[in-house]
T-cell receptor, first 116, second 115 residues
Framework: AQTVTQSQPEMSVQEAETVTLSCTYD???????LFWYKQPPSRQMILVIR??????QNATENRFSVNFQKAAKSFSLKISDSQLGDTAMYFC?????????????FGKGTHLIIQP | DTGVSQNPRHKITKRGQNVTFRCDPI?????LYWYRQTLGQGPEFLTY????????KSRLLSDRFSAERPKGSFSTLEIQRTEQGDSAMYLC?????????????FGAGSRLTVL
């Protein structure tokens, strides 16, 4: 079974700063997907970014980018030019690409606070 | 399509009562998942449907829990003889169609409070 670890329970930065959230995972699989989901105070989980393990190029989505290190089993999220609306819980998640029957395995989350 | 819809959004019940939650997935999605999320934790997988077939169940899903997805459309999650430890947010997610089998779209959740 896979595990996902987020070692930062909470982070706080000033608006417009860049912040990096860390995530490590453990799996014996070779083909999988990694995700970052955002859960604002309204609690609906929103997909931020995803990475296919077979792709070496790091995924980017506007202000959001990842640093995927497959050998190190590390998958960090960088948020550039942070905005007040980025305040939320951020969850790193793993999905085995062999069937998806178990769905996503989530970390415990990082509470990101953007200060004005 | 308005996304994944869950009802009720909040349910308060007394210990020992039965509760049922409903999830309406995105119409073209054939995969449907239920998760449970307690305060300060990430969501934990409960069960998975592909169309109407329940293909996977977590050990977290005790015999007091049952889920159905008749005709592969909406799904229900029933909890019988609720206990205080069942208090949590129950999240539904669906996947499939044009968005791909590996991108889960979540509903807003149904919060259960057992007194």
């Amino acid at each position: 079974a896979q595990t996902v670890t987020q070692s930062q329970p909470e982070m706080s930065v000033q608006e417009a700063e860049t912040v990096t959230l860390s995530c490590t995972y453990d799996t014996s699989e070779n083909n999988y997907y990694l995700f970052w989901y955002k859960q604002p105070p309204s609690r609906q989980m929103i997909l931020v970014i995803r990475q296919e393990a077979y792709k070496q190029q790091n995924a980017t989505e506007n202000r959001f980018s990842v640093n995927f290190q497959k050998a190190a089993k590390s998958f960090s999220l960088k948020i550039s030019d942070s905005q007040l609306g980025d305040t939320a819980m951020y969850f790193c998640a793993f999905l085995y690409s062999g069937g998806g029957a178990d769905g996503l395995t989530f970390g415990k989350g990082t509470h990101l606070i953007i200060q004005p | 399509d308005t996304g994944v819809s869950q009802n009720p959004r909040h349910k308060i019940t007394k210990r020992g009562q039965n509760v049922t939650f409903r999830c309406d997935p995105i119409s073209e999605h054939n995969r449907l998942y239920w998760y449970r999320q307690t305060l300060g934790q990430g969501p934990e997988f409960l069960t998975y449907f592909q169309n109407e077939a329940q293909l996977e169940k977590s050990r977290l899903l005790s015999d007091r829990f049952s889920a159905e997805r008749p005709k592969g459309s909406f799904s229900t999650l029933e909890i019988q003889r609720t206990e205080q430890g069942d208090s949590a947010m129950y999240l539904c997610a669906s996947a499939g169609g044009a968005s791909g089998a590996n991108v889960l779209t979540f509903g807003a959740g149904s919060r259960l409070t057992v007194l």
